[in-house]
């Protein structure tokens, strides 16, 4: 069944795939602090009925702890970089090269990771405030 995401915690979502019956996301998420449980960000794949019904799944990977979210994302830049290398047909050295290449010089690259790093943070303070 997958954890109920809910608009109101909900930080970003690229839509994926557009199917017959559902459309998937990759979707980033905030759970603030709730009893014993810590605040955590979830990272995972929503599906979204297309056929009138509210139904929504959320199958999410829960990070609690910043250092195996940076792990996880290490892990995804890796696939990213292979992926790409496979693509285009250079070895994944070249790629990984061209990629540290464009954040080190692509102004708008960093501006945008910065922009929205600043608003997923204001995102998640109004969550714990109950206002998003």
């Known amino acids: 069944m997958g954890l109920r995401l809910g608009l109101r915690n909900c930080i970003h979502s690229i839509l994926l ?7 998937r996301y990759m979707a980033i998420g905030y759970l603030p ?16 009925s297309k056929g009138g019904e509210d139904k929504e799944f959320f199958n999410p990977c829960k990070f609690y702890q910043p250092e195996k979210l940076f792990e996880a ?3 995804m830049v890796a696939a990213y970089v292979a992926f790409s290398a496979k693509r285009r047909g250079v070895s994944a050295r070249q790629m990984f ?10 102004l708008r690259l960093r501006e945008k990771i910065l922009n929205l790093a600043e608003g997923y943070y204001k995102k998640m303070e109004e969550i714990e405030r109950g206002e998003g």
Do not use: M, P, Q
Request: contains cysteine; glycine residues 8%; hydrophobic residues 35%.
């Open 17 to 23: 795939d557009e199917g017959i019956k559902y459309d």
């Open 73 to 75: 994302i290490t892990h």
């Open 33 to 48: 602090r709730k009893g014993n449980l810590d605040d955590c960000v979830v990272v995972g794949n929503l599906e979204v």
């Open 97 to 106: 090269f061209s990629l540290l290449t464009s954040v080190a010089t692509d």
